[in-house]
């Protein structure tokens, strides 16, 4: 977009080497010097994109003298320099600017005209899957199923590549999106032309994906947004957003020895989400952020969503030019960006400190190592107290027959004091103390015999599948050596990975390979049975594939609650995989060191983890990486030359990608049989002339649910179960159930997305228990109002007979309301189920505006507030009215909810009557929503 008007006169030029850069500059904007980092690339966003109409002076002038103690009310645009996606979410973005250029031609206009207008990259991670693990030809294998089963989704991707300017795929079997975009695609400072003009600009970029935000500990500032806020960046229109509160986060002193950077994220996002910081940046400074290597802070960046930031930003400064340099990127760029930081004062300066909202403090040298879990990455457990705390959350996940309970523990550790104690044996007590008010342990130890294998007994707490993966973890040498050391050690004390583990190890980028080749832990981590299953995404994202088969039919014969321990930044319920109930996060090498345990019921203080070659007990401590050894390591295998080779060729592919059939011409060739890619069904019946905004009458209640619900509760990605909507789908459609994959290699599909639509298998909707005599359901399900007797039925069904009567629908939730990924098919499924409100206690940033750029309007209970306490049960019928003021461009602070007793509510129940609160923030939201979706307004302004 050229900038038109220029109100601070900011224009200037800027010469590095022998080129000239047009560059606006922030020090003609009154204020700018005590501005946070991560707010002056947001005002040099606003100088060079302002036209008077969208960006203003007033909102320059706004930023400039931001009061940091203000609560958020100012809207501003900004527009990224480019967007980055990946195929699970990206697909669908290249679906709907596909079905676009037909809706263009059906409404007169040009097919051509819709291109990304900002640079867009894709990288193919989130379909590999570790079917094959633990063996050799596991990454050949696992590469050639992938192909197997996602050939339409690459052929349309590759069609993609060559229809849409500015638009670049990186194929399969390369990396992970995040990795690729710190070590290849990031520049820091963006060069581009525009009207002929070279200029220089900070890099900001939003992505499909809400870890986007590792790119952040660059000093590139970006965030995961909605597929559907992806796609209305591509096409050139801003992301409206209102001046946040950003929150300084001190560290100070050095990491200790024997903990990692997963254990400091880890402790952050404790801290953070402690602290609240939904909706804010949160910014690191002071003088021990010179001190974080550079892969610590992405690793800490990534982890963002997590906290629940907006964004988690470290400033420009030597570490970042020394790993611009490291990854291969060349000297001019370099030059580029150390020059642009230090006139823009974007270089960090340890000794001026900025005005922040809030302030928080973490000495580093008082992290200690930890794991997270059950099901949430901010549920950190000291590693010293995991036994412990695993007992005490295992009564959450298994049934306690009291006939089988094991008495073990408190036999050996009565819950009083043993006989004859007295405080000075305190120290050799103390080991065992721990135990003595533990609850007595549920056991259900299970004997398996794997065909022409090991036979073994599983338990509750056994670790099915033990991954080192994620972009988290695997873009961090310190951890991915001292895992290879820690391996290395295990062998030569002789021990084992105990064979009812799955191990899996899916590096975020080829250099991750050449490094452990070159230092020889591939070997080390083989020999433990972690062989590369794949260049991607894997098991965050739920493709850790099928689990040891004896392992898989114990479980789910006995209902075990097994668990599994990832390096990785996503544990939630049901989503690692379908047969593990607790899923922990941890660091690389601890995730080595739990396959060595096999169970999540191990203390590694007492419990030795084997005996080596003389019977004597080897405990953690003993095989514990020392860091000089990692560091010396990292020196002698990591180089400059590894990134540039590895990525010379990062956009070609291999024979396989260069070979696939790929369709021409500037429309897609829908093929009537595909289950994967359909035409998007969003521009069915539109016209230019807009649909007016209509109050919602006689609507029913298709779930009520709880608090943090997650956008995988209303959009799983994972496995499609026999027997559920989608699956029938795809029976129906010729699919046999091994080939069903998983929703989130079929987003191209509506059909199977609707189908998906809060079919979690964990969803808990409560509304069903009222027919369970008050039982909770786990999965799909809702009671189908328009049958006699509001049977329990599928989600997807009742919808469609809903849908078939003229009857809206409403969802009640709780708070934290989509929560998790930046899951595009949430929205987009909510509102083709027929949901035309969700009121919540509280929305999580993405999905709230996901939400409206789908046409749903989300509301939120009177504070303090709940279905639970209005008296609600979801068997009402509600009118919500208020909402056509929107039609005369008024956003209405709060609507009238009323929700009146139906035929299936309890006798003597009362109508309920409230004011809920409209959750549409900005003018540019409102917009959307009175276009019916974004995807509409952005259709109609470019016709």
Partial sequence: MVSAVNSFGAKDTLRVGDESYEIFRLDTVPGHEKLPFSLKVLLENLLRTEDGANVTKEQIEALGSWDPQAEPDTEIQFTPARVVMQDFTGVPCIVDLATMREAVTALGGDPNKINPLSPAEMVIDHSVIADLFGTENALERNVEIEYERNGERYQFLRWGQTAFNDFKVVPPGTGIVHQVNIEHLAKVVYDREVGGVLRAYPDTCVGT???????????????????????????????????????????????????????????????????????????????????????????????????????????????????????????????????????????????????????MELDLSTV??????????????????????????????????????????SESFPASDPPGFTPEDESSHHEHHHHSHAPKTVSKPTPVTVAGGPSFTLNHGSVALAAITSCTNTSNPSVMIAAGVLARKALEKGLKTKPWVKTTLGPGSKVVTDYYEKSGLDKSLEGLGFYTVGYGCTICIGNSGPLIEEV??????????????????????????????????????????????????????????????????????????????????????????????????????????????????????????STYVRKAPYFEGMSMELTPVADISGARVLATLGDSVTTDHISPAGNIKAGTPAAQYLTEHGVERKDFNSYGSRRGNHEIMIRGTFANIRLKNLLVSAVNDGQVVEGGYTRDFTQEGGPQSYIYDASQNYQAQGTPLVIFGGKEYGSGSSRDWAAKGTSLLGVKAVITESFERIHRSNLIGMGVVPLQFPAGESWETLGLDGTEIVSISGLEQLNEGVTPKTVRVTAVPSEFSAEGKQPVEFDAVVRIDTPGEADYYRNGGILQYVLRSLV
Wanted: a negative charge.
């Fill in 209 to 359: 994906d809400s870890h986007t935000t590792m790119v952040n500990g660059l000093g590139v500032l970006g965030w995961g947004v909605g597929g559907i806020e992806a796609e209305a960046a591509m096409l050139g229109q801003p992301v409206s957003m209102l001046i946040p509160r950003v929150v300084g986060f001190k560290l100070t002193g050095e990491i200790p020895a024997g903990v990692t950077a997963t254990d400091v994220v880890l402790t952050i996002t404790d801290m953070l989400r402690k602290h609240g910081v939904v909706g804010k940046f949160v910014e690191f400074y002071g003088a021990g952020v010179a001190s974080v290597p550079l892969a610590n802070r992405a690793t800490i960046g990534n982890m963002s969503p997590e906290f629940g930031s907006t964004a988690a930003m470290f400033p420009i400064d030597d570490v970042t030019l020394d790993y611009l340099r490291l990854t291969g990127r060349d000297e001019a760029a370099v030059a580029l960006v150390e020059q642009y930081a230090k006139v823009q004062k974007l270089w960090h300066d340890a000794d001026s400190e900025p005005e922040f909202s809030e302030y």
């Fill in 368 to 409: 200690v190592p930890s794991i997270a879990g059950p099901k949430r990455p901010q549920d950190r457990i000291l590693l010293s107290r995991s036994k412990e705390q695993f007992e005490l959350d295992l009564t959450n996940y298994a049934e306690i027959d009291h006939d089988l309970v094991d008495l073990t523990i």
């Fill in 552 to 673: 898989s039919a114990a479980i789910n014969e006995n209902d075990l609650a097994v668990t599994a321990v990832l390096s990785g930044n996503r544990n939630f319920e049901g989503r690692i995989s379908p047969d593990v109930k607790m899923n922990y996060l941890a660091s690389p090498p601890l995730v080595v060191a739990y396959a060595l345990a096999g169970s999540m019921n191990f203390d590694f203080e007492v419990d030795p983890l084997g005996t080596d070659g003389e019977g004597n007990d080897v405990f953690l401590k003993d095989i514990w990486p020392a860091p000089e050894e990692v560091q010396q390591i990292i020196d002698s295998s990591i180089s400059r030359e590894q990134f540039i080779k590895q990525y010379a060729t990062v956009f070609e592919g291999d024979e396989r990608w260069k070979t696939l059939p790929t369709p021409t011409g500037p429309v897609f060739e829908w093929d009537a049989d």
